[in-house]
């Protein structure tokens, strides 16, 4: 037992009180020890507590906390929390049973309760935000769900949330988790997110081929991907059909106008069954784009690689930091006989790797970093027939890419990254240039 498990809710005073009474008869002597230990918990605790209330940005100061329901019943007491966080910057919101809840707010998690939830009240925030109870016994069979919510006020949509349930392990033995991870309905325009000109002009050409969007959970990925698809399809010079194949979709391309270009969003597995039934599926319906929301295993980077083998532009993202990790991590994925193959046609159907991070600027809020390498016909040449393809390619990225490191400098020059974070990037990519040399 430590003060941060303590602080994030793991045992509240009754609980330790009892917790406490137990040892004293099992085992009076190493009690005495350890009432000593549960008074320093205690105080810790409070301690935590009041640093992080008057650490409280103004918009979420003591006078204006979230006065929670004495519990959550319906739909309404959801739909209100998030109708109260709405205009926060919130990112995350997590519910736990047995838990306060929480959200995150610019890299900082504050509690919005005191109390800790119960399982009864987890259990019917999961069924709201699902539209039905079957999830409670798919995720008590040891699935995880993903979906998207939209919270409505009156008749107007209002926030919209992307939801991730999963058991977890609790001092009751098993216990649910809620993370919500808020996402704007349209998305953001490419200025918004500084995407620079020459990711956007890639998007713009993509014609056949697979441009890939990278980075830790997090990080923007996907909202970057998002803006470069609104830039394209508003466009009057493309007339093209999208189609987005995501888990859950996250942000809703037909709210915006678009001059020429017409879209379709499917859910996997609400509205198709699997990633690579959906690609088969969109294969028939006359895309020109098809977006792979995410390539988490190899039943979908197949999916996303074939996209481009039959001659339509795809788009996709995946959890790597640098274009190394991302050409890695998806060979990584086959079996050693199928990797030539999979390199040659991975290499050949290439055209961009984005490879994005988010860190704190000197006031606080976080910056875009973004590595990133256009796959020219002279790079596809010396990629294809490499024996050793991480070691050619962080080769190709020194002379013909735009490394991380090379992008933090440049945005630390302008002012924009703070010093440690520098520090950091430095230290990753003097290791990543030490295990190639």
């Not at 004495?70 to 995350?92: I, M, N, P, R």
């Not at 998207?148 to 392990?169: D, F, H, I, N, P």
């Not at 294969?283 to 481009?308: F, H, N, Q, W």
Request: hydrophobic share 35%.
């Amino acid at each position: 037992m430590n003060d941060d498990t303590l602080a994030s809710g793991g045992f509240n005073q009754d609980e330790q009180r009892q917790f406490y009474e137990t040892m004293v008869e099992r085992n009076p002597e190493a009690a005495r020890d350890l009432q000593h230990l549960v008074s320093d918990d205690m105080q810790r605790l409070q301690d935590r507590r009041r640093r992080a209330e008057d650490m409280l940005p103004d918009t979420l100061s003591r006078g204006q906390l979230y006065t929670p329901p004495e519990s959550f019943k319906s739909q309404q007491d959801v739909d209100d929390l998030l109708a109260y966080v709405h205009d926060k910057e919130t990112a995350d919101l997590k519910f736990g049973d047995g838990e306060p809840l929480t959200m995150r707010v610019q890299g900082t998690i504050y509690r919005l309760t005191h109390r800790a939830l119960t399982n009864d009240e987890v259990r019917t925030v999961m069924s709201v935000l699902y539209h039905s109870s079957s999830i409670v016994t798919s995720v008590l069979g040891g699935e995880r769900r993903d979906f998207a919510y939209t919270c409505r006020q009156g008749s107007k949509m209002g926030s919209r949330w992307r939801v991730c349930v999963t058991l977890r392990g609790s001092y009751d033995g098993i216990g649910f988790r809620i993370v919500m991870r808020r996402i704007t309905i349209d998305p953001p325009t490419v200025a918004e997110v500084y995407l620079q000109d020459d990711i956007v002009d890639s998007v713009m050409k993509l014609d056949r081929g697979l441009i890939l969007v990278t980075g830790p959970t997090g990080s923007g990925k996907s909202t970057s991907l998002a803006a470069l698809l609104r830039h394209r399809l508003q466009s009057p010079l493309h007339s093209d059909h999208l189609i987005t194949i995501e888990s859950p979709i996250e942000y809703l391309h037909s709210e915006y106008p678009r001059p020429f270009s017409e879209v379709t969003q499917w859910e996997v597995p609400r509205m198709l069954s699997s990633f690579s039934y959906a690609v088969e599926t969109a294969l028939r319906c006359d895309p020109d784009l098809v977006l792979v929301g995410e390539m988490r295993d190899k039943a979908t980077m197949k999916a996303a690689i074939e996209i481009s083998l039959t001659g339509h532009g795809g788009l996709s993202t995946l959890h790597t930091s640098t274009a190394v990790q991302t050409v890695t991590r998806i060979l990584q994925a086959f079996t050693p006989e199928e990797i030539p193959a999979v390199q040659y046609d991975l290499v050949d159907n290439l055209s961009m790797i984005v490879s994005q991070l988010l860190r704190q600027g000197p006031d606080g809020r976080r910056v875009a970093l973004r590595e990133r390498l256009i796959f020219d016909g002279q790079i596809k040449d010396r990629l294809r027939s490499a024996k050793n393809l991480s070691h050619e390619l962080r080769k190709v990225m020194e002379s013909h890419g735009r490394l991380m490191v090379d992008e933090a400098r440049e945005v630390y020059k302008d002012g924009r990254l703070a010093k440690a974070e520098l520090d950091r990037i430095e230290f990753m990519d003097s290791k990543e240039r030490a295990a190639f040399q």
